[in-house]
């Protein structure tokens, strides 16, 4: 494991931004920042973060999902626990923030709590979940579903792309077998979930404000659309007898972005695409496509949904296509709790910062976390908004402002304001 850096001189920001330098080394590509679920470098990563949630004072492990969960104990063993953290996994070639940077606020927040002999009235853990982005394998929030008692078995016999199924890889990555109890946390044992991730969009920028409350997390869908054509030969088949699957998946991409773009509070993406058999001089005879879409309103989610597999059905009649829509992933849109707002937002203030209430339209944990307890997120500022490219950054002063706005709410959250609500 790297040498972990010295605990002395650093401020808070400084210690989180050394050590994402340090995080962002564990990557399949050389040139690129990827570190998919239960890859070898996802592996070293977990490893070494649980080296830096032990030295912050917790007791450290890897659960059966490939978490690395730190535990650091109330004034007495056993308390139910405030839960922080965020993922470890990326996209390919990503940025450095998105997900580690929640993971190690969370640990420099412990870390400060350790340094002076702290004890709270509840436990907290940090959790580092390994599988938020959803990648390798066509599933997402494996491990925050875990977490929270609603992964569905059947999600660990879905395959990455070569045919490995999440229930070897596991077993590769050297976890416990999946039913480990350890996994699910039981209701009570978990007073709420808080985030601090990235805004990964430019309202924080745009307003220069460190720091942003989230109302709620969007909604999400994704879907992986199959066309089915006739191959043919290029310099033959005369234009109108052709069943071009590339072309008629061309138009229902089409279909997408002219729908979003005339849809409030929507948004949709088509992020891969290829085209079988591949050939410069063969017309496709199939094409596959992902559709990703979300709204902060499931029900404009729900509809534009609808009006999209019409207009799919449509396409594929007049072009004498066939067509396979299969739903991949689907999240209802969560809300933070008002409580946990208020809260969150009182420690912002006393940090001198005006509070600012904005939804995430990136996808999180806390969509599987709300089924276990209340969830909250804290955004922090990043440039440009960027995010999902290795050019995301954050600055350091941002960073050490997360850490001791993170460190106030922990000293000044009441748990018994949530039951209030
Ligand atoms: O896709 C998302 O919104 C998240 O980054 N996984
Ligand atoms: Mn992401
Ligand atoms: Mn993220």
Redesign the pocket.
């Known amino acids: 494991m790297a040498p972990t850096d010295s605990r002395h001189t650093r401020s808070p920001g400084e210690a989180v931004m050394a050590r994402l330098e340090e995080l962002a080394r564990f990557s399949t590509d050389r040139t690129a920042l990827t570190r998919l679920y239960l890859s070898a470098e996802h592996k070293s990563a977990a490893k070494q973060t649980q080296v830096w949630m032990q030295e912050a004072g917790m007791e450290a492990r890897i659960d059966a999902v490939a978490n690395v969960v730190g535990r650091h104990e109330g004034r007495e063993p056993g308390l139910p626990a405030l839960l922080l953290g965020s993922?470890i996994d990326t996209?390919r070639n990503a940025g450095k923030y998105?997900?580690c940077f929640g993971v190690i606020a969370a640990i420099e927040a412990v870390s400060a709590l350790h340094a002076a002999g702290e004890r709270l009235p509840f436990a907290i853990e940090v959790i580092a979940f390994g599988d938020?982005?959803?990648v390798r394998f066509p599933v997402?929030l494996t491990g925050s579903r875990a977490i929270a008692g609603t992964l569905d078995p059947a999600t660990l016999d879905a395959m990455d792309a070569d045919r490995i199924s999440i229930r070897q890889a596991l077993q590769q990555f050297g976890c416990a077998p999946i039913d480990d109890p350890r996994v699910s946390r039981r209701r009570q044992q978990a007073l709420a979930y808080c985030e601090l991730h990235t805004e990964?969009g430019p309202v924080l920028e745009t307003e220069k404000l460190p720091l942003g409350l989230v109302t709620a997390i969007?909604g999400?869908s994704r879907f992986a659309i199959t066309v089915e054509g006739v191959a043919g030969h290029a310099g033959t088949v005369p234009m109108q007898l052709r069943q071009d699957a590339l072309c008629a998946a061309a138009e229902m991409i089409l279909a997408i972005e002219h729908l979003a773009g005339e849809t409030d509070q929507l948004v949709a993406t088509v992020g891969c695409i290829e085209a079988l058999p591949g050939a410069a001089n063969v017309i496709p005879s199939s094409s596959r496509f992902t559709l990703?879409i979300?709204s902060p309103s499931d029900r404009v989610r729900a509809d534009a949904i609808g009006r999209l597999e019409k207009a799919f059905e449509e396409i594929a009649g007049q072009r004498r296509v066939r067509l396979d829509v299969q739903r991949t992933y689907d999240e209802p849109a969560a809300g933070c709790h008002p409580a946990l707002i208020e809260q969150l937002e009182a420690a912002v203030s006393r940090a001198g910062i005006t509070p600012l209430r904005l939804p995430s339209?990136?996808?999180?944990d806390g969509l599987a976390m709300i089924s276990l307890c209340p969830i909250a997120m804290l955004f922090v500022r990043c440039k440009g908004g960027i995010?999902?490219n290795p050019a995301e950054s954050i600055s350091t002063a941002d960073a050490d402002t997360a850490v001791r706005v993170l460190i106030d709410f922990l000293h000044h959250f009441d748990p018994s304001r949530l039951r209030a609500n």
């Open positions: 993922h996209v998105d997900g938020e982005e959803g997402t990964q969007s999400a990703d979300r339209g990136a996808g999180h995010s999902h």
